[in-house]
């Protein structure tokens, strides 16, 4: 089983402060990674695919990077919607999660 | 639009069983497999399953190879996750999601709790 590792688990920022999310995988997984943001309550909502495209609807402040074994994904502009809890997963050999990373928009 | 419509929250008491449904619409139910995921109240989400809504074949979790159980109905646009011998650390929500490589659309989930 491939596990996806999230750093760090919290982060608080205040609005408009850039937030960089960590996810690193125990095997290289090419580019089938993909973030998911949560909110409490709610079914997650896809926010970027294949490591760096983002989804239909997500907002340019949305940004992803990486490849292999280490992904990172940006808030550029964090607004207070974006208070959530952000998932990476990956999709290289059937599906696991990283254990998330709770964001907090100050 | 696409959607993915889950039956609702269920009370269950450990040793029995669970069923839960996801109907699709707004695409060919067939072109698509379904993923079932889980999360525990403050845990990371899980893979339980996965169903090939074509053809019926499925693949399982080791952790639930035992327990699980996914079909799927065509007629009806639905897949269905049964888990059996319930704990109460199957207390999650459940969710269904289709399949295009990840997960592009979910259910709204469905709450579950396990308890005496």
């Known amino acids: 089983e491939i596990v996806m590792t999230q750093s760090p688990a919290s982060l608080s920022v205040s609005p408009g402060e850039r937030a960089t999310l960590s996810c690193r995988a125990s095997e290289s997984i090419s580019s089938n990674l993909v973030w998911y943001q949560q909110k409490p309550g709610q079914a997650p909502r896809l926010l970027i695919y294949?490591?760096?495209t983002r989804a239909t609807g997500i907002p340019a402040r949305f940004s992803g990077s990486g490849s292999g074994t280490e992904f990172t994904l940006t808030i550029s502009s964090p607004q207070s919607e974006d208070s959530a809890v952000y998932y990476c997963?990956?999709?290289?050999?059937?599906?696991?999660f990283g254990q998330g990373t709770k964001v907090e928009i100050k | 639009q696409v959607q993915l419509v889950q039956s609702g929250a269920e009370v269950k008491k450990p040793g029995a069983s669970l069923k839960v449904s996801c109907q699709a619409s707004?695409?060919?139910?067939?072109?698509?497999?379904i993923h079932w995921v889980r999360q525990a109240p403050g845990q990371r989400l899980e893979w339980m399953g996965w169903?090939?809504?074509?053809?019926?074949?499925?693949?399982?979790s080791q952790k639930f190879q035992d327990r699980v159980t996914i079909t799927r109905d065509t007629s009806a646009s639905t897949a269905h996750m049964e888990l059996t011998s319930l704990k109460s650390e199957d207390t999650a929500a459940y969710y269904c999601?289709?399949?295009f490589g990840y997960g592009d659309y979910w259910g709204q989930g469905t709450r579950v709790i396990v308890s005496s």
């Open positions: 999601a289709r399949d």
């Open positions: 294949g490591a760096s």
């Open positions: 997963q990956q999709h290289n050999n059937w599906w696991t």
């Open positions: 707004g695409y060919t139910f067939t072109n698509y497999p």
């Open positions: 169903i090939n809504t074509a053809t019926g074949t499925t693949k399982y």
